[in-house]
């Protein structure tokens, strides 16, 4: 789980297999939900054209998740204030 400031957390969920990806993006505000959701296009886009096959990408508000989901558990979380990946 991200602890961002001014987008709240966001929790990224992937798995990636013989360049084949397939994941979704949870939030915590609905406006950063809005923001990615309408963004999501653009990152499959680019994960393309690196080689990688995007089998599905979803957006989802961290409340619409199950407490029991493992990508939500309060144990694991780091909190960044800036996030630079190079691929």
């Given at each position: 789980?991200?602890?961002?400031p001014?987008?709240?957390e966001?929790?990224?969920?992937l798995?990636?297999f013989?360049?084949?990806?397939?994941g979704?993006?949870l939030?915590g505000?609905?406006?950063?939900?809005k923001?990615?959701?309408?963004?999501?296009?653009?990152?499959?886009a680019r994960?393309?054209s690196?080689?990688?096959?995007?089998?599905?990408?979803?957006?989802?508000?961290?409340s619409?998740v199950?407490?029991?989901?493992?990508v939500?558990?309060?144990?694991n979380?780091?909190?960044l204030?800036?996030i630079?990946?190079?691929?």
């Open positions: 789980l991200l602890d961002l001014s987008l709240g966001i929790a990224i969920d798995t990636v013989k360049r084949q990806i397939s979704r993006v939030t505000q609905q406006e950063t939900n923001l990615v959701a309408q963004n999501v296009d653009d990152l499959e994960l393309q690196i080689g990688y096959r995007v089998e599905a990408l979803a957006t989802a508000m961290l619409d199950a407490p029991d989901s493992p939500v558990e309060t144990g979380r780091a909190k204030t800036q630079d990946v190079s691929i």
